[in-house]
């Protein structure tokens, strides 16, 4: 029976797993791992891949896949994305139907929030140039 011979480990790959041996070394019976080596083996499989990352490591395949899907759901949640432009089209709404929550900060840490319901998009505009202008 004949068997691959085992792929070189990269260096990154090779530093941080020697730090997850020197940590299990110096447990006794079986701890959670750190945060920090966590989200060093989140980083290596972005780079390396999950598998790879895993065997080479010596975590649960599932366990590093959920830190990795963690870490990608938190840099997709659009909660945390903050808007810089905003692009209203009039033709594709109706004012009667608009509805919608405004929160503005101005350079001077002014700060507005408006639940707007049915007014048109002019009006919301003129809103807009009072505010920035400090009038509003």
Known sequence: MRTRPS?????????????????????QGRKRLPPELWAKAVTLAQAYGLNRTARVLGVKHDSLKKHLETVASDASDPGKAQAEFLELLPRQMNPSSLECTLEWEDAGGAKTRMQVKGVGIPDLVSFARLFRDGRA
């Open 7 to 27: 792929p070189k480990v990269p260096g990154p790959l090779s530093r941080v797993r020697r730090q997850f041996e020197q940590w299990r070394n110096q447990q």
